[in-house]
């Protein structure tokens, strides 16, 4: 299993984009539909903070630093798949959020008004946990031997 590229994770935004695009201008009513909702950016959220909180974790206890125990090696290994679907998961939501928002600019409505911060929150949101995801792989890898002398 080879780090993510980022060329999969801009395809899988660039994709998520085309269909929220086409999603939110055919089926947004603005005044009698539903409104963009705040609990996929909260669930995002929380995700991207756990992700960074193990990537941390890991990183030390893989280092061996003093005070932390070694880390399972099957554990790491999760991890590192969990890192990997999180960033393309949330490369698929940063472009749906993404295009969510720039129609949502266009659009002039004081329905779209008012979900704008929802929108650039799920932005936001995903882009930190293609970060927290990034840095959860990173960390997962095995030390270089000159890394292990320092």
């Known amino acids: 299993m080879g780090p993510t590229r980022a060329s999969t994770l801009l395809v899988a935004a660039l994709a998520a984009a085309a269909v929220g695009w086409l999603l939110i201008s055919g089926l947004y009513y603005g005044e009698h539909g539903v409104s963009v909702p705040w609990l996929p950016t909260v669930t995002i959220a929380a995700l991207a903070v756990l992700e960074a909180y193990l990537a941390y974790n890991t990183r030390s206890r893989i280092e061996r ?29 940063a472009g749906f959020s993404g295009a969510m928002l720039v129609w949502l600019l266009i659009e002039t409505t004081r329905a779209a008004a008012e979900d704008r911060p ?33």
């Open 118 to 150: 929802s929108a650039a929150g799920g932005l936001i949101a995903s882009i930190a946990l293609i970060a927290a995801a990034l840095w959860l792989e990173r960390a997962c890898r095995v030390p270089d031997d000159d890394d292990r002398k320092r």
């Open 65 to 93: 630093r003093p005070g932390q125990e070694p880390v399972e090696p099957l554990a790491v290994a999760r991890f590192a798949v969990l890192a990997k679907a999180s960033s393309v998961a949330g490369a698929i939501y």
